[in-house]
């Protein structure tokens, strides 16, 4: 974006604002315009978490599969700025907002502007499910698997009861 484009969006959506504040609050009334305006705030947060974490839930099954979640980030960014647009007091912002929270404009965006954006991830270091291989290069990490593993052992009942930790007399 270039100094033009960001110098008339931080002239022009104030003054919208201001416009649709007057408008509306015309209508209806002070106290019902910041109704409004508080309740967009309320169903925004709870927009952006019910979604956020359906988004999540869709990434991390992408790169269980292996795949990069190009798609699932960029609908998350849009996501995001669906929620803050929704936390800023206005019914323009409010409108970009909820309409950023609707999954078929936020496909329509993705499609629109796939073409012209590059994802380059680095996937040295990682296995196929997506898990961080670094932490195995940790000597305090003991990587178990499922047949290495028993209940039985310091700290735990053996089968007749008895624990192999014995207190010494005098030690409360």
Same mark, same amino acid.
Request: aromatic share 10%; charged share 25%.
């Given at each position: 974006?270039?100094?033009?484009?960001?110098?008339?969006?931080?002239? /022009?959506?104030?003054?919208?604002?201001?416009? &649709?504040?007057?408008?509306?609050?015309?209508?209806?009334?002070?106290? &019902?315009?910041?109704?409004?305006?508080?309740?967009?705030?309320?169903?925004?947060?709870?927009?952006?978490? /019910?979604?956020?974490?359906?988004?999540?839930?869709?990434?991390?099954?992408?790169?269980?599969?292996? %795949? $990069?979640?190009? %798609?699932?980030? $960029?609908?998350?960014?849009?996501?995001?700025? #669906?929620?803050?647009?929704?936390?800023?007091?206005?019914? /323009?912002?409010?409108?970009?907002?909820?309409?950023?929270?609707?999954?078929?404009?936020?496909? *329509?965006? *993705?499609?629109?502007? #796939?073409?012209?954006?590059?994802?380059?991830?680095?996937?040295?270091?990682?296995? #196929?499910?997506?898990?961080?291989?670094?932490?195995?290069? @940790?000597?305090?990490?003991?990587?178990?698997?499922?047949?290495?593993?028993?209940?039985?052992?310091?700290?735990? %009942?053996?089968?007749?009861?008895?624990?192999? *930790?014995?207190?010494? @007399?005098?030690?409360?």
């Amino acid at each position: 974006m270039r100094f033009p484009s960001l110098f008339l969006i931080f002239l /022009v959506v104030p003054l919208l604002e201001i416009a &649709a504040f007057v408008l509306v609050g015309s209508r209806i009334g002070v106290l &019902a315009t910041l109704g409004m305006v508080l309740f967009t705030a309320v169903v925004g947060s709870v927009l952006l978490r /019910v979604q956020g974490f359906g988004l999540l839930r869709r990434i991390q099954a992408e790169t269980d599969a292996g %795949r $990069v979640p190009g %798609r699932e980030l $960029v609908h998350g960014a849009m996501i995001l700025l #669906a929620g803050f647009l929704l936390l800023l007091p206005g019914f /323009v912002t409010d409108a970009i907002g909820f309409l950023l929270f609707i999954p078929a404009f936020r496909e *329509w965006m *993705w499609r629109s502007i #796939a073409r012209r954006v590059l994802v380059k991830v680095d996937m040295t270091g990682f296995r #196929a499910g997506g898990a961080d291989m670094r932490h195995r290069r @940790d000597p305090r990490t003991i990587d178990l698997d499922a047949e290495e593993f028993s209940r039985t052992g310091p700290g735990t %009942r053996d089968a007749d009861g008895s624990s192999p *930790w014995r207190r010494i @007399d005098g030690d409360r």
